[in-house]
């Protein structure tokens, strides 16, 4: 559909009206993946076998009979798995700090003024601007003008 850009911005949605569908249709995000619990992790580092390896090898010390030597071996092991187990859970703080910066961000025209907000409130309805090297937020129908020119297309 040719025509004035203009004649397209009476139909942007108000902020009422977008807060409105948010709210009914929930924010525009996958599915966030389970994040991992303490003790999930505590068990994913207990299976590995270099863990496995050490508390064989201090049973096997604590069957010959060397109790200092089985007791050392044992504090070793569960030092590394703490210090396992800390790096982990840092390793999910972390990458969830870095999915919330990566967040893409959509400049928006409500109420008949651009504004730019975050990906999660897009809304059904919503013209989005788009510039060279944007990231789209959503899939929608794309309408495009060039150089802000009365020229646009839908």
Do not use: H
């Amino acid at each position: 559909m040719e025509g004035d850009p203009s004649a397209r911005l009476s139909g942007a949605l108000s902020e009422q009206e977008a807060a409105a569908r948010l709210k009914a249709e929930g924010p525009n995000t996958l599915p966030a993946a389970d994040r991992r619990s303490l003790g999930r992790i505590i068990l994913e580092v207990l299976r590995e076998p270099m863990f496995a390896l050490l508390l064989a090898a201090a049973v096997i010390y604590l069957i010959l009979g060397d109790l200092t030597e089985a007791v050392v071996l044992a504090i070793f092991a569960s030092t590394s798995v703490l210090i396992a187990v800390v790096q982990e859970t840092r390793t999910e703080r972390v990458l969830e700090s870095l999915r919330d910066l990566t967040s893409p961000r959509a400049l928006v025209i409500r109420d008949g003024t651009e504004k730019r907000i975050a990906g999660a409130e897009v809304v059904r309805g919503d013209l989005i601007i788009l510039a060279e090297g944007d990231r789209v937020p959503v899939t929608r129908p794309l309408c495009w003008r060039t150089n802000s020119s009365a020229t646009s297309r839908c």
